[in-house]
């Protein structure tokens, strides 16, 4: 029955996102359509879970090494692991400072600089993603590279 219906973008992120935690092998979503089809509208979407899920994993981490055994060793393991933070900054985390705002902001500063109207989207793209995500073992978000390639150079504007 499944194999009937087009694939869920969030089914897909998860099998990736597993394929990546528990079989430790590298995945690829390649996301593609005609225009205006959903695309990036898509992408947003798994990137959104991956993300939840990371931060979900970073919270279950959490909360395992928080389990008390005695005071002094709970306060000594907060302080030297910053609570799940690196540098000051959430290594999974999708608050003030973690990877899913700036990597909002990265998507929506290309958007601004790379879109075009076109005759069926207002909105189209005139440039590909690839967006490389590393996950430890335990399934939290370690870190992320995004690479810009612009697929249509006729539509830029040229300095005259």
Known sequence: ES?????????LAEAAF?????????????VSGESGS?????????????LWRSQRSLSERAARQAA??????FGA??????????????????GEGGLLPLMTQCNLLLEMLGNAGT???????????????????GGVLSGAAL?????EKSRVAARG
């Open 119 to 137: 005759v069926s989207n207002r909105n189209s793209s005139r440039f590909g993603r690839l967006l490389s995500l590393r996950v430890d073992g």
């Open 68 to 73: 008390p055994r005695d005071g002094a060793q």
């Open 18 to 30: 597993r394929g990546a935690v528990f079989n430790r092998q590298s995945q690829a979503i390649v």
């Open 147 to 151: 690479q810009a390639f612009l697929l």
């Open 3 to 11: 194999i009937s219906r087009p694939p869920h973008v969030y089914a």
């Open 38 to 50: 959903g695309k990036t509208e898509s992408s947003r979407h798994m990137l959104g879970y991956v």
């Open 77 to 94: 393991q907060l302080g030297a692991n910053g609570g799940g933070k690196t540098g000051g900054k959430s290594v999974g985390g999708s």
